[in-house]
């Protein structure tokens, strides 16, 4: 669990630190999903191979909440997908690191520029994992917001009704959607009895405390049952930088450099 912390340290200071590199990258959504990535990669949950991507029996990660997603670049460099080389061009010409990530990045399985696809993505690859006898998993990350979209509970409806058991959906439940808090646009709460009564089994924890979160997923992904599951993982939106936490439009903003360094240097996290 320590080393699970530090890598988590260190993939928070990386995400800043990509920032202040590239201004355009939604830096607050990328903060509350930093342990939920941390602990997927670091923490035996999620079967994969750096040096082949596309290795047939991986375990799937379905990212619908792609612009929350720069937090994952560090960790895949780290993992051996591409060069940690590539982070220091991030949006830049020529790299393929961009704001919005798609296919074109080693790791990344889907286009991820459009929310709300996540979950029907994910429910077509485990349906078929399961009919080719397969025995990996389909994890997906979104975003709260995402659920005011009807695609959204259209492929939860799916994976219960063809008992998708190889199916666990993570929502990183920052309660901030891109311009008011998620209460007031459209509150989709409680997220946990609402996928009981569509047939899922739901669990809840801290999404920062990496024993919680390493916890549930492992107890997720391993069950024997015939239905698909969510961990609604409780985050705070641009979790560990004051600027970014007391800002209901956080979504939106910058930070600019004086902001990041002393984040990063006061070890606010």
Same mark, same amino acid.
């Given at each position: 669990?320590?080393?699970?912390?530090?890598?988590?340290?260190?993939?928070?200071?990386?995400?800043?630190?990509?920032?202040?590199?590239?201004?355009?990258?939604?830096?607050?959504?990328?903060?509350?999903?930093?342990?939920?990535?941390?602990?997927?990669?670091?923490?035996?949950?999620?079967?994969?191979?750096?040096?082949?991507?596309?290795?047939? @029996?991986?375990?799937?990660?379905?990212? #619908?909440? =792609? $612009? /929350?997603?720069?937090?994952?670049?560090?960790?895949?460099?780290?993992?051996?997908?591409?060069?940690?080389?590539?982070?220091?061009?991030?949006?830049?010409?020529?790299?393929?690191?961009?704001?919005?990530?798609?296919?074109?990045?080693? @790791?990344?399985?889907?286009?991820?520029? #459009?929310? =709300? $696809? /996540?979950?029907?993505?994910?429910?077509?690859?485990?349906?078929?994992?399961?009919?080719?006898?397969?025995?990996?998993?389909?994890?997906?990350?979104?975003?709260?917001?995402?659920?005011?979209?009807?695609?959204?509970?259209?492929?939860?409806?799916?994976?219960?009704?063809?008992?998708?058991?190889?199916?666990t959906l993570i929502i990183d439940?920052?309660?901030?959607?891109?311009?008011?808090?998620?209460?007031?646009?459209?509150?989709?709460?409680?997220?946990?009895?609402?996928?009981?009564?569509?047939?899922?089994?739901?669990?809840?924890?801290?999404?920062?405390?990496?024993?919680?979160?390493?916890?549930?997923?492992?107890?997720?992904?391993?069950?024997?049952?015939?239905?698909?599951?969510?961990?609604?993982?409780?985050?705070v939106k641009g979790k560990g930088?004051?600027?970014?936490?007391?800002?209901?439009?956080?979504?939106?903003?910058?930070?600019?450099?004086?902001?990041?360094?002393?984040?990063?240097?006061?070890?606010?996290?």
């Open positions: 669990m320590e080393n699970l912390k530090q890598k988590a340290r260190w993939v928070w200071s990386e995400t800043l630190r990509m920032h202040r590199l590239a201004p355009e990258t939604r830096v607050a959504s990328s903060l509350s999903a930093v342990e939920i990535f941390t602990t997927l990669y670091y923490g035996d949950l999620l079967k994969h191979n750096g040096a082949e991507p596309r290795w047939e @029996g991986r375990d799937r990660l379905i990212v #619908s909440k =792609g $612009h /929350g997603s720069i937090c994952l670049f560090p960790i895949l460099a780290d993992r051996g997908y591409f060069d940690k080389a590539e982070l220091e061009r991030i949006c830049q010409e020529g790299s393929f690191l961009g704001g919005i990530p798609d296919t074109i990045i080693p @790791g990344y399985e889907t286009i991820n520029g #459009s929310l =709300g $696809h /996540g979950i029907g993505v994910a429910c077509g690859m485990a349906l078929g994992l399961k009919r080719k006898g397969s025995s990996s998993h389909v994890f997906v990350v979104a975003g709260d917001g995402e659920f005011c979209e009807g695609s959204m509970w259209e492929g939860i409806m799916f994976a219960s009704h063809h008992r998708l058991d190889n199916l439940n920052n309660k901030l959607c891109m311009l008011d808090r998620c209460e007031n646009v459209m509150t989709v709460e409680p997220f946990d009895k609402r996928f009981e009564a569509f047939g899922w089994e739901a669990q809840r924890v801290d999404g920062h405390d990496i024993a919680a979160l390493h916890d549930a997923l492992s107890r997720l992904k391993q069950r024997s049952t015939s239905k698909p599951a969510v961990l609604i993982a409780d985050t930088v004051p600027e970014l936490e007391s800002d209901t439009l956080c979504h939106i903003r910058t930070l600019n450099h004086e902001e990041i360094d002393r984040a990063i240097g006061g070890g606010v996290k």
